[in-house]
């Protein structure tokens, strides 16, 4: 399911008094893009079948969405297949047998070894939004207010705007930072990080 970009605006637009909703909206489009390639959390679920002597792979991305990434990969659901750095010699020696490693440039995923028979590999695919995108994944409710962050420090770092405030686009880059550090925690460790205090507005 999809979020419009208008369902982010209240979280943004209290702090941005006389921005137009356009420009809010652009905003929280890339609040959304930025958050999502800090923190690597939104993945799609992608099978690509292998084919005799074939290495490549094209990744392909859901409506609106375009591809980071890629963040894990399985043989037939159990067997995971390892990234292989720039460096190695293994992108560059032919063999032939089941993947064990991989590489991903430009939506393409690269296997080593070229595959000699049919197998099932799962792909774990990173995703954003694209730049043109009106709509996003619902899972970015959930992390409204890293999105509304950048957005409002978007915005207040514009020069000669109503809304234009320096030290508040500064608080609000604290808060995504903080908040960006706090989701990788939990992704990488499943652990709680601390709680972020979030100065009050006073009306």
Do not use: H
Request: charged share 20%; aromatic share 12%.
């Amino acid at each position: 399911m999809a979020t419009a970009l208008s369902a982010f605006a209240p979280y943004v637009q209290p702090d941005v008094d006389g921005a137009p909703l356009v420009l809010i909206e652009d905003a929280i489009r890339d609040g959304c893009r930025r958050f999502a390639l800090d923190t690597w959390l939104f993945t799609s679920d992608v099978t690509i079948p292998t084919v005799a002597s074939t290495q490549s792979y094209t990744v392909t991305a859901a409506s609106l969405t375009e591809i980071l990434g890629v963040k894990t990969i399985s043989i037939d659901g159990a067997t995971p297949i390892e990234p292989i750095p720039e460096d190695t010699a293994k992108r560059y020696v032919q063999a032939d047998g089941t993947p064990s490693g991989y590489w991903f440039a430009n939506n393409l995923l690269w296997v080593y070894p070229t595959p000699d028979s049919v197998v099932s590999m799962a792909v774990e695919a990173v995703f954003r939004p694209t730049i043109s995108a009106a709509t996003v994944d619902d899972r970015f409710v959930e992390y409204r207010e890293a999105v509304a962050a950048w957005a409002k420090y978007s915005l207040m770092s514009m020069v000669g705007k109503p809304w234009s405030n320096t030290q508040e686009a500064e608080f609000f880059y604290r808060v995504y930072t903080r908040r960006v550090g706090e989701e990788k925690i939990r992704d990488n460790t499943g652990r709680v990080a601390a709680e972020l205090r979030v100065r009050p507005n006073f009306f």
